[in-house]
């Protein structure tokens, strides 16, 4: 074999080398978009299972209050049925908002040691999902990056790996999902 044919094979190889390369490292920046999506599905979730015990605490004390609590277990079936979405979440988000606000006119409810932990716990976890939030936002930079970024830009689509979106906000939601509810005690 002559020297030409040993360099077009050497350059094959650190071609084919280069492309794994790309490819692995785009599975993997992939993946965790994956992960940051799946982490809001469970703080999501979290966030739905609380509800159920929140409706019953208040119940106790104010059981009268039906139409508010018909509007929170109405909007965490809708947000807990199917995809998540935006505007089931922020109808959602709206009844929460006038559940936690009959603390205020109920004193009783409002030094209920169980309702308390309920809006620690519900607190807890809308600083989770906002950091959830993030976190995807930061992967899905990270990806885009990593796949807009040269050689990658050549290979990229042709190997299957498609832009990823990041977490937006529609506009009944902006300045408004990422806020902790208020709690008052």
């Not at 609380?50 to 018909?70: F, Q, R």
């Not at 965490?76 to 006038?98: C, H, I, K």
């Not at 979106?165 to 709690?183: C, M, N, W, Y």
Request: hydrophobic fraction near 45%; proline fraction near 3%.
């Amino acid at each position: 074999m002559n020297l030409i044919g040993l360099v077009a094979i050497g350059v094959v190889v650190v071609g084919v080398l280069m492309v794994i390369g790309i490819y692995n490292n785009l599975v993997g920046l992939r993946q965790s978009v994956r992960q940051g999506v799946a982490d809001i599905d469970a703080q999501l979730r979290q966030r739905h299972d609380l509800i159920p015990n929140l409706v019953e605490t208040v119940k106790g004390y104010a059981g009268h209050e039906s139409a508010t609590l018909e509007a929170v277990i109405a909007a965490r079936n809708a947000a807990a049925s199917g995809t998540p979405d935006s505007g089931s979440e922020q109808q959602l988000r709206g009844a929460l908002d006038n559940l936690l606000a009959l603390g205020e006119a109920y004193p009783d409810l409002k030094a209920s040691a169980n309702f308390q932990s309920l809006q620690s716990e519900l607190a807890d976890v809308e600083d989770k999902l906002a950091a959830a939030r993030r976190a995807l936002n930061a992967a899905v930079a990270r990806f885009n990056g990593a796949r807009e970024s040269f050689p990658a830009v050549l290979f990229a689509s042709s190997l299957g790996f498609a832009e990823a979106d990041f977490h937006r906000l529609d506009a009944s939601e902006q300045g408004t999902v990422d806020k902790v509810p208020k709690i008052g005690f």
